[in-house]
C-alpha cells in the first residue's frame, strides 16, 4: 500500500512467463493488477486481474485508453527470440508509444524489465543487448512531468513454466544426459521468478520518497547468491532425483568446439563468469531482500518432471 491508496500496476507482455507470476501474486495480494497484451485472456489468469487487448504497444490512443490513472507499469514486453535480429527502429517506436500513453493517461511510475546483456552492447545495433539499451535509454530520457523510471537489468529469470537456456539445462540432467560442465566452476547470477516478483510489488507499494531517490537508476537484482554451471547440475540433479552426469571438458576446449559449430551464444550462458551488483540498493530503497535462494528455489523441478 502506498500513503494509505490502494496499489495499482498495469504490465505489458502479459501472456509471458514473468507476467504469470507477477499476476497470480497482485490477485494473493489484493494489488489491482490490469494486464496489457496483444493476444486475447488465457484461461488461466486469475479472475481478479483486469485484461486489456491492445492493437499494439506502439499505438498511443488504444494504450492511454486501457492504462490506469496514477498507477505503476511494469513494461514486460518482449521478443523471446533472442537470437534472431530485432529491428531498433521497431523498439524505439514501441518505447515512444507506450510513453506517450503512459504520459496521457497519468502513468505516475514506470519499471522497465531490462537484461543483463544491456551491459554489453557491442555485437551490433540489431544485438539483444544493444536493443535493450535503446529500450533503456528512451525510458530514461521520458522522466520528468509526473513520471519517476526504474530500469531493472534482469539475470536469468528461472521459475515454474520458465524457458530459455535454464529451463532447457533442468531437462537435459532430468533426463540423464551426460554434460560437458565438470569443470564450469565460474559464478552466474540467477534470479528466481518469486523473488523477481517480491521486488515488483515492493516497488509499486513504495511512497514518493523512494521513488523520487530511485528514479533514473539501474539496479541488477538477482538472488544474492551466484552460482556455477557445474554446481547448478548438480543442485537440479538434487531436487529432480537424479544422479548428475558431468564430464569435465575444460571450458577452453569447450570454447573451441562452440566457435567451429556457431554455439558459441549457447555455451557463453554456462561457462562465462556473471557477476551483478549485490541487491543492497535495492534493500535500502524499496525493503527488498531475495525471499527464496538456491538450492530451495529449485523445488519445482521434480513437479515439472513428473508433468512432461
Known sequence: MTD???VKLDLTGATGFIARGVMEACADAGVACRALSRSGRPDWVPPAVAWRTVPSYADADALAGALSRGGCLLHLADNPARDAER????AARLCAG???AARRAGTARIIVASSVHARDAQAGPASYGAVKRLVEQRFLAARGH???VVILRLSPVYGPGGAG???ALSRLVARGVPLPFGRAAAPRAYLSRRNLVALVLAMAGAGDAAWAEASGRIFEPSDGEP???RDLVRAMAA???VAPRLLPVPPRLL???AGATRTGSLLSGALDELRVAPPLELERRFGWRPVERMPESLAFLAAEVRRA
Open 4 to 6: 494509505g491508496r490502494r
Open 87 to 90: 529491428s531498433a527502429d521497431a
Open 98 to 100: 507506450l510513453i506517450e
Open 146 to 148: 509526473g513520471i519517476d
Open 165 to 167: 537456456g535454464f529451463a
Open 227 to 229: 552460482i556455477g554451471t
Open 239 to 241: 531436487q529432480i532425483g
Open 255 to 257: 570454447r573451441l568446439l
